[in-house]
């Protein structure tokens, strides 16, 4: 089993769709989670952390379950410039203050006008 | 305040050639990463370092790759006798030690290695 599987994509959403992503993660010590996105030949950079209580940021809501290990991205009122990959992202500690982040493979969002 | 700075952003290389990949981490920044992405693929995490120690190189490949992080400089990231299958995006991420961190990696832009 992978370490974290996503939602293979990709994602064709028209402008202010609902769109959501979810993600497993097979390693139970994972503390830390978060979503990141990727645009395309870019570097990826963080969306949002991922808290256990749920959270949200502006559009953007992301759920936690430990118990099934299933982290969720939901995003509202999608906008053209929400097209990117996104990928769900477990962090364990590694020692000390090392975290090992294990990226997933990421689902590809496109939005249409 | 400059981010996570990577060069060369582009490098081509012929079969046998090395290729060298510098990273200055994030000013504050203690911890450097790198990590693979090979065309349509995740990101694949190579190596773990601080200053003049690498933690955990766990996903580097046994043969022909090396990084190093030295006290004064860049982190390096060098890839001996490349091979095709080496042509990949390296990205380097930073982020700062002890309590400050939280786990979030700030990426640098990455370098483009293709190999001829």
């Known amino acids: 089993r992978k370490e974290v599987e996503q939602d293979p994509g990709p994602f064709n959403v028209p402008e202010g769709a609902t769109v959501a992503f979810n993600c497993t993660y097979s390693?139970?010590?994972?503390?830390?989670f978060f979503w990141y996105r990727q645009d395309c030949r870019k570097e990826p950079k963080l969306l949002m952390s991922?808290?256990?209580s749920g959270n949200e940021d502006g559009r953007f809501t992301a759920q936690l379950n430990r118990a099934s290990q299933y982290i969720s991205l939901l995003i509202r009122d999608s906008k053209l410039s929400d097209s990117a990959t996104y990928l769900c992202?477990?962090?364990?500690?590694?020692?000390?203050?090392?975290?090992?982040?294990?990226f997933g493979k990421g689902t590809l969002l496109t939005v249409n006008p | 305040n400059a981010g996570v700075m990577q060069n060369p952003r582009h490098l081509v290389r012929r079969r046998g050639q090395e290729a060298r990949l510098r990273c200055s981490p994030m000013?504050?920044?203690?911890?450097v990463y790198w990590y693979r992405q090979l065309p349509e693929e995740g990101l694949k995490f190579m190596v773990y370092?601080?200053?003049?120690?690498?933690?955990?190189e766990s996903g580097m490949p046994k043969e022909r790759f090396s990084a190093e992080f030295p006290k004064e400089g860049p982190s390096i990231l060098r890839i001996q006798q490349v091979v095709r299958g080496d042509s990949a995006a390296y990205f380097c991420?930073?982020?700062?030690?002890?309590?400050?961190?939280?786990?979030?990696?700030?990426f640098g832009e990455g370098s483009r290695l293709t190999v001829l």
């Open positions: 370092l601080q200053k003049e120690n690498i933690i955990d």
């Open positions: 390693n139970s010590a994972s503390q830390s």
């Open positions: 991922v808290y256990s």
């Open positions: 000013k504050g920044h203690s911890h």
């Open positions: 992202v477990p962090a364990r500690r590694s020692g000390g203050s090392n975290y090992k982040l294990t």
């Open positions: 991420a930073s982020s700062p030690s002890g309590g400050a961190n939280t786990g979030e990696l700030f």
